[in-house]
């Protein structure tokens, strides 16, 4: 049976400022004042009366608060003991009311509230001790403000900046600490786990992978972070995988797509990397009727890296001419003219760097143009990771492993929301995985290299 309602205690208000006396401005400049001067013993006007009632407000609301916490605790021991407050102990006995625990101060919002939870004593031992829920033991702040706690700290806020700033918020005594984004961080581990055990059940055209150092750990060899993105049937891109290896070896990143094919995903029709190794013995041999596109950008500071500064300029805008060519074949006439200005300043081993793996950096033509921007880069995993790295750098933090994977998942998570779909919307997407062919980005339909019957008519527009 419900227990019947109490109205709560009326709140006392404050007493409202004094108003001044009006006096008329104008009598006062006409008659001087010839009274003998006299000790002014009456209180000091208020100019304003606005801060006045901002306070009265706050005190309103944080004591209103505190008394509904209060009513809400003795609520729960009352359901816990089976009986009200002064009411007969009958035979199914829970215990006593053992006055009230020390007084706490709870962070509500941007205020705090001091609160005294009560106790319950002499529990029979068949039943389990009373413990409240709605006020748990070391918890002094609400779920609210700890996720608004979560969200400035991914956002780049320092841990060590909590306290001076939320000070001003909560109070000198409010109970705050840097060590509460610590505890924060074991709830990123758990989503973590579950996210990283999730079966896939989506299909993904095209896949994005790239080692990511971040400087972590005490190890002479610094953690890589191995991530891959992939783009699902509506365009949108979504974070696949995250792990920590080492280097970016064939093993690391063989077990990363291994766990990828065990938890439900199909090979991808391309995957864009950088020129590592490891990856593309990988995918040979895990999902070898994937195709491969080399990233171009890095393509290009290969290229740069091999000639004079003074030639950088000129080549940099002689690359990009090369792979922006509407077609296979006149990217392949730019690219010869390239390595003949190549030659013909000498720079034999740049020009042929430009030759090599040139079929994995023309695969893109393959596929539609709309998609080309997107698919002759890695640039989704290294966009991605520049907003990661702002955020990191705020504080020197990352010094473990897990603790940084942990934090770099969750910032990675925030920063997915605004990832820019693929172009060509989902009619494209469509088509693609319906198997559709494309040659230099434009659509071929399936009957365009059918024969003809001998007999068969074709209508001419």
């Given at each position: 049976?419900?227990?019947?309602?109490?109205?709560?205690?009326?709140?006392?208000?404050?007493?409202?400022?004094?108003?001044?006396?009006?006096?008329?401005?104008?009598?006062?400049?006409?008659?001087?004042?010839?009274?003998?001067?006299?000790?002014?013993?009456?209180?000091?006007t208020v100019p304003?009366?606005?801060?006045?009632?901002?306070?009265?407000?706050?005190?309103?609301?944080?004591?209103?608060?505190?008394?509904?916490?209060?009513?809400?605790?003795?609520?729960?021991?009352?359901?816990?003991?089976?009986?009200?407050?002064?009411?007969?102990?009958?035979?199914?006995?829970?215990?006593?009311?053992?006055?009230?625990?020390?007084?706490?101060?709870?962070?509500?919002?941007?205020?705090?509230?001091?609160?005294?939870?009560?106790?319950?004593?002499?529990?029979?031992?068949?039943?389990?001790?009373?413990?409240?829920?709605?006020?748990?033991?070391?918890?002094?702040?609400?779920?609210?403000?700890?996720?608004?706690?979560?969200?400035?700290?991914?956002?780049?806020?320092?841990?060590?900046?909590?306290?001076?700033?939320?000070?001003?918020?909560?109070?000198?005594?409010?109970?705050?600490?840097?060590?509460?984004?610590?505890?924060?961080?074991?709830?990123?581990?758990?989503?973590?786990?579950?996210?990283?055990?999730?079966?896939?059940?989506?299909?993904?055209?095209?896949?994005?992978?790239?080692?990511?150092?971040?400087?972590?750990?005490?190890?002479?060899?610094?953690?890589?972070?191995?991530?891959?993105?992939?783009?699902?049937?509506?365009?949108?891109?979504?974070?696949?995988?995250?792990?920590?290896?080492?280097?970016?070896?064939?093993?690391?990143?063989?077990?990363?797509?291994?766990?990828?094919?065990?938890?439900?995903?199909?090979?991808?029709?391309?995957?864009?990397?950088?020129?590592?190794?490891?990856?593309?013995?990988?995918?040979?041999?895990?999902?070898?009727?994937?195709?491969?596109?080399?990233?171009?950008?890095?393509?290009?500071?290969?290229?740069?890296?091999?000639?004079?500064?003074?030639?950088?300029?000129?080549?940099?805008?002689?690359?990009?001419?090369?792979?922006?060519?509407?077609?296979?074949?006149?990217?392949?006439?730019?690219?010869?003219?390239?390595?003949?200005?190549?030659?013909?300043?000498?720079?034999?081993?740049?020009?042929?760097?430009?030759?090599?793996?040139?079929?994995?950096?023309?695969?893109?033509?393959?596929?539609?143009?709309e998609h080309w921007?997107?698919?002759?880069?890695?640039?989704?995993?290294?966009?991605?990771?520049?907003?990661?790295?702002?955020r990191t750098n705020?504080?020197?933090?990352?010094?473990?492993?897990?603790?940084?994977?942990?934090?770099?998942?969750?910032?990675?998570?925030?920063?997915?929301?605004?990832?820019?779909?693929?172009?060509?919307?989902?009619?494209?997407?469509?088509?693609?995985?319906?198997?559709?062919?494309?040659?230099?980005?434009?659509?071929?339909?399936?009957?365009?290299?059918?024969?003809?019957?001998?007999?068969?008519?074709?209508?001419?527009?």
């Amino acid at each position: 049976m419900a227990a019947p309602y109490h109205a709560p205690e009326p709140i006392a208000f404050p007493a409202p400022p004094p108003e001044s006396s009006t006096v008329d401005a104008s009598a006062d400049e006409a008659a001087p004042d010839t009274s003998e001067p006299t000790s002014d013993t009456s209180e000091p006007t208020v100019p304003s009366s606005q801060p006045a009632i901002s306070e009265t407000l706050e005190e309103l609301a944080r004591e209103g608060a505190r008394r509904m916490l209060e009513r809400a605790l003795h609520s729960e021991v009352d359901g816990y003991l089976g009986r009200r407050r002064y009411d007969r102990v009958d035979d199914d006995f829970a215990g006593y009311r053992n006055g009230y625990a020390r007084e706490r101060e709870i962070s509500i919002g941007t205020w705090s509230v001091e609160v005294r939870p009560p106790r319950v004593a002499d529990s029979p031992g068949h039943i389990p001790p009373f413990r409240s829920s709605i006020l748990p033991r070391g918890r002094n702040l609400t779920y609210p403000t700890q996720r608004l706690f979560a969200r400035l700290y991914l956002e780049g806020m320092s841990s060590g900046d909590f306290e001076p700033a939320f000070r001003e918020l909560l109070g000198h005594r409010a109970p705050l600490s840097s060590s509460t984004i610590l505890r924060l961080k074991e709830d990123w581990r758990t989503e973590y786990t579950v996210w990283r055990t999730r079966p896939i059940t989506e299909r993904y055209a095209y896949c994005w992978a790239d080692g990511i150092y971040l400087g972590v750990g005490t190890e002479v060899e610094h953690s890589c972070l191995l991530v891959v993105i992939g783009a699902r049937a509506d365009g949108r891109k979504e974070l696949l995988a995250m792990e920590l290896g080492y280097r970016e070896s064939t093993n690391s990143w063989a077990d990363v797509l291994r766990d990828l094919r065990d938890r439900g995903l199909t090979a991808p029709m391309v995957a864009v990397g950088d020129g590592a190794l490891g990856l593309w013995a990988a995918l040979r041999e895990v999902f070898p009727e994937t195709a491969h596109q080399r990233c171009w950008n890095h393509k290009a500071m290969n290229l740069t890296d091999k000639v004079p500064k003074r030639l950088q300029p000129e080549l940099r805008h002689r690359l990009r001419a090369v792979w922006n060519a509407p077609s296979r074949r006149e990217c392949e006439l730019r690219r010869d003219e390239l390595a003949q200005w190549l030659h013909g300043r000498g720079q034999d081993p740049a020009a042929e760097t430009l030759f090599r793996d040139w079929d994995d950096l023309t695969t893109f033509y393959d596929y539609p143009a709309e998609h080309w921007i997107h698919l002759r880069t890695s640039n989704p995993v290294e966009s991605v990771f520049a907003g990661v790295r702002l955020r990191t750098n705020v504080s020197k933090r990352m010094r473990r492993r897990d603790s940084a994977l942990y934090l770099v998942f969750k910032i990675t998570q925030r920063l997915e929301l605004g990832w820019r779909p693929l172009n060509g919307g989902l009619t494209l997407m469509t088509l693609l995985l319906r198997g559709a062919r494309f040659v230099d980005g434009i659509y071929i339909p399936a009957d365009a290299d059918r024969p003809r019957d001998p007999g068969e008519e074709v209508s001419v527009a």
